[in-house]
């Protein structure tokens, strides 16, 4: 199954645009990419996905890499809310297994 | 709507003891999954279901057993808990792969489970 890699830890400072990278490099054709982010002490929640295009949504914008073998979560203006874990995951189209890994821990600066 | 519902939200066990976790969704989901998440660590698939009337072993499944009572409904068992076992656990739900794959997933609360 096609696995990916963050860094464990960013740092941004509040209403600054924070960039989290993630790499996939065995992405198949056929693999959605989905960011999920788990504040503390509650499940993780949706944030954003997307397949090949560039996605926006009131959360957050998904930059795809044209290879497809690495995206960027893009947060406009974070605030001390958007202090959370923060997983990419890739959705096969066949088999149903989701692997989380373990994230990457944003904290923001006020 | 209530999502995704776990019960219960707390528990402490002795080792040895057994218990299930319980999971229902009302979203008519297909696939339903267990995860546990340790200290400052990511979650790991125990066992998921993907369609009624079938589960599947996912990283971590020694220890635990798993039943699809129906479709909305996704138990987790510890037939005989162990310290090990001290985790929060959590359920999800989703549409099945194919082409709803772009559906996302539903997480409930989380179970804090301490075994002593």
């Known amino acids: 199954d096609a696995k990916t890699t963050q860094p464990n830890s960013m740092e941004s400072n509040e209403e600054e645009p924070v960039h989290l990278p993630c790499n996939h490099s065995?992405?198949?054709?056929?693999?959605?990419i989905h960011w999920y982010r788990q504040l503390p002490s509650q499940g993780p929640e949706y944030v954003i996905h997307?397949?090949?295009s560039n996605v926006n949504n009131r959360m957050a914008s998904l930059a795809i890499a044209e290879d497809r073998k690495s995206s960027t979560l893009i947060l406009h203006r974070a605030t001390l809310r958007d202090a959370a874990v923060y997983y990419c995951?890739?959705?096969?189209?066949?088999?149903?297994?989701?692997?989380f890994g373990t994230g990457t821990s944003l904290t923001v600066i006020p | 709507n209530a999502g995704v519902t776990q019960t219960p939200k707390f528990q402490v066990l002795k080792t040895g003891q057994s218990m299930t976790l319980q999971c229902a969704q009302d979203?008519?989901?297909?696939?339903m999954y267990w995860y546990r998440q340790d200290p400052g660590m990511g979650l790991r698939l125990i066992y998921y279901?993907?369609?009624?009337?079938?589960?599947d072993k996912g990283e971590v499944p020694n220890g635990y057993n798993v039943s699809r009572l129906n479709k909305r409904e996704f138990s987790l068992r510890l037939e005989s808990a162990a310290p090990s076992q001290t985790s929060v656990y959590f359920c999800?739900?989703?549409?099945?792969?194919?082409?709803?794959?772009?559906?996302?997933?539903?997480f409930g609360e989380g179970s804090w489970l301490t075994v002593v």
């Open positions: 999800a739900s989703t549409w099945a792969a194919g082409a709803s794959s772009g559906n996302t997933i539903y």
């Open positions: 997307g397949l090949t």
């Open positions: 065995t992405i198949s054709g056929t693999d959605y």
């Open positions: 279901s993907a369609s009624e009337g079938t589960t």
């Open positions: 979203m008519n989901h297909n696939s």
């Open positions: 995951i890739l959705r096969a189209n066949t088999g149903n297994q989701f692997y």
